[in-house]
């Protein structure tokens, strides 16, 4: 066979493989840069400071395959430490890179950078990325949206997909932000909502308002919506006037379809809904709102935002009608929000949707807030007096967020001794009628469960245990709901209810059949939830109560997972380019 003959004869056969590859849905490396950095954005009439990356708000979106590898190399021109978290990713092996500041790494110093390297595998939907240090997140975000290998959907495939960032606007510093939640201070509030980094018309300075979103439509089109809030506080409910909805799926996980009128997301949570274009041509309204606790809860600002939905081939005057806005619930009315996740049922996913059918491990927490006393004091005057700092608890203990080393290096070198223990405790040392409204002004009654340990109690399990924690939301001091999220696993959402839960009568509901898979559930105002996963991926991973003063104030532990019995079952060592806490490149303090 002659030179040429045998260069055809490569070329054609490298043609086939790459066909036969790319027929397959070969894994692609899929790589990006993200330059975090100062902007200044004027909204309201005024120019205020705000952290971005790329020059973006939101940021840019992952877009990535199922089982692909993804690398972002993260470069630092802010004043401030940095780290981003992969939310939702599993990180199978990879807790290196989850981004958690101080628990998996120390933050990237200004002026430095960072290189993430993971694999986005078993999962298929809306994930999310946000930085994880201080309330930095409420600027720096962005969508990663995961598609399946062969490009099918067990659903009719979309026209088009629409991130929708639900968010918020912030004027205050949010390095300022965080130092006040630390203080116990959650009274801050942010100047209106944003849909994609828009306020909306309902927001204007001197009759100018401020720009909406607007999604463009055919009709007859249906568009796969990929819901993410990002807001650091608020629940939001999200209506399009004279349009339906089909919920399809949450937190990279499919959901059995059902229809409704109106979505409810909290912070962290993501969900893909398919909306078809079928109203009469012309403009609507969307309309985003935030709900919350009646008093005598802490209440903040209404917060809302507007955009539209406009039809090709209509005037930009509505062909001279008026534009439909939708009727939103009451902000007090948080009733809607249980009644919608009622609705959740998983979607078999092939091998992970297998509820264990046995438990090892049951943790029941409480969810609230208390107090410590100032300057290390041991004694001082309760009752939200200038003595104390209100905290946020998981089981009356307030997380301790330490800023010398990142748990997950102390665990991995064996020294943990004098930075964090391994008690965390099964349940509240101290039982009370968790959802007594009467807890949530101050006085005598909550007085005595207000004092609160202030400590770094973290929880073992051994690898491949099956662990069953029921969530309960109180009334100590409010009575707010509770977005927990837990970082690199996915977990079997069993039931919710109102009130106390009823270790008896309220395991009779659990839903062993199709339950929904999740990363981050949403915990009812004054009532409970229940959870079980399988702790299959080794290394240290936060949980967190996903509102940010929540988390500032406390309410968060880590669960360790020991290593399994193979190589291939345990935490590898830190990538050769990682740089541990101390060294060259990474902040102290």
């Known amino acids: 066979m002659g ?67 993804v690398i972002v190399h993260l470069v630092n021109r802010l004043p401030h430490g940095m780290t981003i978290h992969w939310h939702g990713v599993r990180q199978l092996r990879t807790c290196w890179a989850d981004g958690a500041g101080y628990v998996t790494e120390c933050p990237v110093a200004p002026g430095r950078n960072r290189t993430y ?67 116990g201070n959650f009274e ?52 399009v006037a004279g349009h339906t909805f089909t919920v399809v799926g949450a937190d990279a996980n499919y959901l059995t379809p059902f229809k409704t009128d109106m979505i409810t997301i909290a912070p962290g949570e993501t969900m893909d809904v398919l909306m078809t274009a079928d109203a009469t041509p012309g403009h609507y309204h969307m309309t985003a ?14 917060l809302n935002s507007r955009g539209l939905v406009r039809y090709a081939g209509v005037r930009s005057d509505n062909n001279g009608k008026p534009v439909p806005t939708p009727l939103m619930p009451g902000q007090h ?45 041991k004694d001082c005057k309760l009752r939200r007096s200038n003595e104390t700092i209100t905290v946020a608890t998981m ?8 800023t010398a080393a990142s748990l997950l290096e102390r665990y991995y070198d ?25 807890l949530i002004p101050v006085g005598p009654l909550e007085e005595v469960l207000e004092p609160t340990t202030k400590a770094i109690r973290l929880r073992r399990f051994k690898y491949n245990a099956s662990v069953e924690i029921v969530f309960q939301s109180t009334a100590m001091l409010q009575s707010d709901p509770n977005p927990m999220h837990l ?16 270790p008896v009568n309220d395991v009779k509901k659990f839903n062993y059949y199709n339950p929904q898979l999740r990363n981050t559930v949403h915990v009812p105002r004054v009532g409970w939830t229940a959870i079980r996963f399988v702790a299959d991926n080794p290394g240290m991973w936060y949980v967190h109560c996903h509102f940010e003063f929540h988390i500032v104030m406390g309410m968060a532990t880590a669960f360790i997972v020991e290593d399994g019995p193979t190589p291939e079952t345990s935490l590898p060592p830190p990538p050769a380019d990682f740089r541990r806490c101390g060294t060259n490149g990474f902040s102290k303090h």
Not at 190 to 197: E, F, I, M, R
């Open 289 to 302: 709102v935030a709900n919350q606790p009646p008093p005598p809860d802490l209440q903040i600002r209404a």
């Open 117 to 183: 390297r993971f694999d986005v595998s078993g999962q298929v939907g809306t994930l999310w990325w946000h930085a994880h240090v201080t309330c930095l997140r409420a600027s720096v975000h962005g969508a990663i949206v995961v598609s399946p290998k062969d490009g099918r959907y067990p659903f009719p495939t979309p026209a088009r997909d629409v991130p929708i960032v639900i968010g918020e606007w912030w004027t205050l510093d949010l390095v300022e932000l965080d130092r006040r939640n630390l203080d």
């Open 487 to 502: 970082h690199g696993h996915d977990f079997f959402v069993l039931a919710q209810g109102l009130g106390n839960f009823d």
């Open 3 to 69: 030179k040429i003959s045998m260069a055809v004869s490569i070329l054609c056969v490298a043609l086939v493989v790459a066909l036969a590859l790319a027929i397959v849905g070969e894994a692609a490396i899929v790589e990006h840069t993200f330059v975090v950095h100062e902007m200044n954005m004027t909204h309201l009439c005024n120019t205020t400071k705000q952290y971005v990356v790329n020059g973006q708000l939101p940021g840019p979106t992952l877009d990535v395959v199922d089982g692909d590898t």
């Open 395 to 402: 089981n009356n203990v307030s997380f301790h967020h330490q």
């Open 333 to 377: 009315d948080t009733m809607p929000s249980y009644y919608f996740r009622a609705k959740f049922n998983g979607l078999a996913f092939p091998g992970r949707h297998r509820v264990p059918e046995h438990v090892d491990e049951r943790l029941f927490i409480t969810l609230g807030l208390g107090s410590i006393c100032r300057d290390g004091k």
């Open 188 to 239: 801050d509030d942010p100047l209106s909502a944003t849909l994609n980094g828009k306020l909306g018309d309902l927001s204007n300075c001197s009759g100018v308002p401020e720009e909406s979103f607007v999604l463009d439509v055919k009709r007859g089109e249906t568009y796969l919506l990929r819901f993410i809030n990002t807001a650091l506080f608020s629940e939001y409910f999200f209506k």
């Open 414 to 438: 064996g020294t943990r001794k004098g930075v964090y223990t391994e008690d965390f405790p099964d349940r509240p040392e101290t039982p009370y009628n968790y959802t007594d409204m009467d």
